[in-house]
Nanobody
Framework: QVQLVESGGGLVQPGGSLRLSCAASGIIFSIYGMSWYRQAPGKQREWVAGITSGGSTNYADSVKGRFIISRDNAKNTVYLQMNSLKPEDTADYYC????????????WGQGTQVTVSS
């Protein structure tokens, strides 16, 4: 019933931009904190950015100043605007929804691939 459906991944040249979207269904979206994680080949999944239900944002140092996370509660969607992309940003990107108090109500998206290459 719960789905986090990601879109916007693909190929982009270094220095380019890409916007990822994650559309949620089956949850009361407005009460969830939302995050983006990524996992590069051979590496552990890492947290990239997060936005609380109140709209506060935080970023990993590796993307700070380049990426922007935002949410549109009317559309049940969280976005990740990625600018000044680097080859090291290449990874599978995952959307994650966190309930404020019930861990069993946390959900992952299926992932979308981002490749930054010249």
């Amino acid at each position: 019933q719960v789905q986090l459906v990601e879109s916007g991944g693909g190929l982009v040249q270094p220095g380019g931009s890409l916007r990822l979207s994650c559309a949620a269904s089956g949850i009361i979206f407005s009460i969830y904190g939302m995050s983006w994680y990524r996992q590069a080949p051979g590496k552990q999944r890492e947290w990239v950015a997060g936005i609380t239900s109140g709209g506060s944002t935080n970023y990993a140092d590796s993307v700070k100043g380049r990426f922007i996370i935002s949410r549109d509660n009317a559309k049940n969607t969280v976005y990740l605007q990625m600018n000044s992309l680097k080859p090291e940003d290449t990874a599978d990107y995952y959307c994650y929804a966190e309930h404020r108090s019930i861990m069993r109500r946390n959900y992952w998206g299926q992932g979308t691939q981002v490749t930054v290459s010249s």
